[in-house]
């Protein structure tokens, strides 16, 4: 049985920083690839960043230059590091197992619950 738990989301103001975790268990991690989603209110799900096995990553380019996806040294835990966080950024944001470069939801496999992030 395959579960992304998510953690980390919480309120930060205009300029802060959050770090979101993700401990993945039921699969092989080598099958698949590991990123983040968001979803905006009124808006769809995008991608904002992956990782692949050998720790090449990509990102939207909303989000490059401010936050950081990396992954555990066991490889079930990925990270995202948000910085100079934005109101703009304020979403539920996803975990996710799937192919690579996982940037569209028909690219994702496996989803988590989602943790809240809000910029305020």
């Known amino acids: 049985h395959v579960q992304l738990v998510e953690s980390g989301g919480g309120s930060v103001q205009a300029g802060g920083s959050l770090r979101l975790s993700c401990v993945v268990t039921g699969y092989t991690y080598s099958v698949y690839c590991m990123g983040w989603f968001r979803q905006a209110p009124g808006k769809e799900r995008e991608g904002v960043a992956s990782?692949?096995?050998?720790?090449?990553?990509n990102y939207a380019d909303s989000v490059k230059g401010r936050f950081t996806i990396s992954q555990g040294g066991t490889k079930n835990v990925v990270y995202l590091q948000m910085n100079r966080l934005q109101d703009e950024d304020t979403g539920m944001y996803y975990c996710?197992?799937?192919?690579?470069?996982?940037?569209?939801?028909?690219?994702?496999?496996?989803w988590g619950q989602g943790t809240q992030v809000t910029v305020s």
């Open positions: 990782i692949d096995h050998n720790g090449v990553t």
């Open positions: 996710v197992a799937g192919l690579w470069p996982i940037t569209g939801v028909r690219d994702a496999v496996y």
